[in-house]
């Protein structure tokens, strides 16, 4: 067998480990009719480990990711989400159980079952942290921070409670909190809004706070590479002036320059064919202030822009968008207006 390939990210030439496609938008953001864009450029290495760290961090674990899910692109499994905060928000919905952590089941878009939790309030950083059970062994709370419970009848200065699903999840976290030495004791429970006896609210009004990291940055740099690799060629993003892009996103290194912005993201803003959606993805390749930028819009939300070539310049005619929506063509855009 002939090789004719290069790997885009590691520069891999065995014919024999290109057997897969790597898609532009990760799957799970939906296929675009039947010009769903793929590449055959990058190897099944990279593919895998695209999949496995980048990937699934960007559709399960973002606020672009969670957001999929209520435009139902569902997951295949349920997971709580490690790196969003995702908090209940409205006293007239959640009651006592206002700011309880909870999840969303990716496999319905609905919220999980909530853990048992302990909240306690840190004096020093103004800031309400949170615990679950796994988390309680070795936990300290020093009172320079915390304040200290009472004693002897006297009320103590902690800001602190539990919130639980049941009464046996309340109690499981009282002991771990006494066996790790915080002498917590529980007060009245909570109206339980999760049990089998009230039935679950049908919604509430969740608060999303999240951090988009180096992770997160390296996902979206790589659906604009991959975008880049697709509209230009894959000689294109082979040439040395992409090395430093081709790194940042394959190997984690040095770190790029990305902000949100909130310029318009076509020409007109809006055409006839471009209106402002909440199911569409929309990425623009452009020469932006003597650099190459790259811009990605999820669902009418933030759009961030990424410097992917610093002072350098692509051919007028290779500045492009494309706007994504699930299950349709994918549509031509036009550069926006500087």
């Known amino acids: 067998?002939?090789?004719?390939?290069?790997?885009?990210?590691?520069?891999?030439?065995?014919?024999?480990?290109?057997?897969?496609?790597?898609?532009?938008?990760?799957?799970g953001f939906g296929r675009f009719g039947s010009e769903t864009p793929t590449l055959d450029c990058v190897c099944d290495d990279c593919n895998a480990y695209f999949g496995r760290e980048l990937d699934q961090l960007l559709a399960r674990d973002t606020y672009e990711g969670i957001s999929r899910y209520s435009r139902g692109l569902l997951s295949s499994e349920a997971r709580p989400q490690r790196r969003l905060s995702?908090?209940?928000?409205?006293?007239?919905?959640?009651?006592?159980?206002?700011?309880?952590?909870?999840?969303?089941?990716?496999?319905?878009?609905?919220?999980?079952?909530?853990?048992?939790?302990?909240?306690?309030?840190?004096?020093?950083?103004?800031?309400?942290?949170?615990?679950?059970?796994?988390?309680?062994a070795g936990l300290t709370l020093p009172e320079a921070d915390y304040g200290k419970p009472g004693t002897n009848g006297q009320k103590g200065t902690w800001k602190?409670?539990?919130?639980?699903?049941?009464r046996e999840a309340h109690d499981a976290m009282v002991e771990a909190l006494q066996r790790a030495g915080?002498?917590?004791?529980?007060?009245?429970?909570?109206?339980?809004?999760?049990?089998?006896?009230?039935?679950?609210?049908?919604?509430?009004l969740v608060e999303i706070t999240s951090e988009v990291d180096k992770p997160h940055k390296r996902a979206i740099a790589k659906i604009l590479m991959n975008f880049v690799a697709f509209h230009l060629g894959p000689d294109e993003v082979l040439a040395p002036?992409?090395?430093f892009l081709r790194r940042y996103i394959r190997y984690g290194?040095?770190?790029?320059?990305?902000?949100?912005?909130?310029?318009?993201?076509?020409?007109?803003q809006e055409t006839d064919q471009l209106r402002f959606r909440?199911?569409?993805?929309?990425?623009?390749?452009?020469?932006?202030?003597?650099n190459v930028v790259g811009a990605i819009q999820f669902y009418n939300l933030h759009t961030y822009e990424m410097i992917l070539i610093e002072?350098?310049?692509?051919?007028?005619?290779q500045e492009i968008g494309r706007r994504y929506t699930p299950g349709e063509l994918p549509v031509l855009g036009e550069k926006r207006s500087v």
């Open 278 to 290: 909440d199911d569409s993805i929309n990425v623009r390749i452009e020469n932006l202030d003597g």
């Open 253 to 268: 290194e040095a770190e790029i320059k990305a902000r949100l912005s909130h310029r318009q993201f076509w020409t007109g």
């Open 182 to 204: 915080i002498d917590f004791r529980p007060g009245t429970p909570f109206q339980n809004h999760w049990g089998p006896e009230s039935g679950e609210p049908s919604s509430f």
């Open 311 to 317: 002072n350098d310049a692509l051919h007028p005619n």
């Open 241 to 243: 002036r992409w090395d």
């Open 1 to 27: 067998m002939s090789n004719d390939k290069t790997c885009i990210y590691c520069r891999q030439t065995d014919p024999d480990r290109f057997r897969g496609v790597e898609h532009v938008i990760p799957q």
């Open 86 to 136: 995702l908090t209940l928000a409205d006293p007239a919905e959640a009651g006592d159980f206002v700011g309880l952590r909870v999840a969303v089941d990716g496999t319905t878009g609905q919220l999980m079952p909530p853990g048992g939790q302990f909240h306690v309030h840190n004096f020093r950083t103004g800031e309400d942290e949170v615990y679950f059970l796994r988390q309680i």
């Open 160 to 166: 602190c409670k539990i919130l639980a699903p049941s």
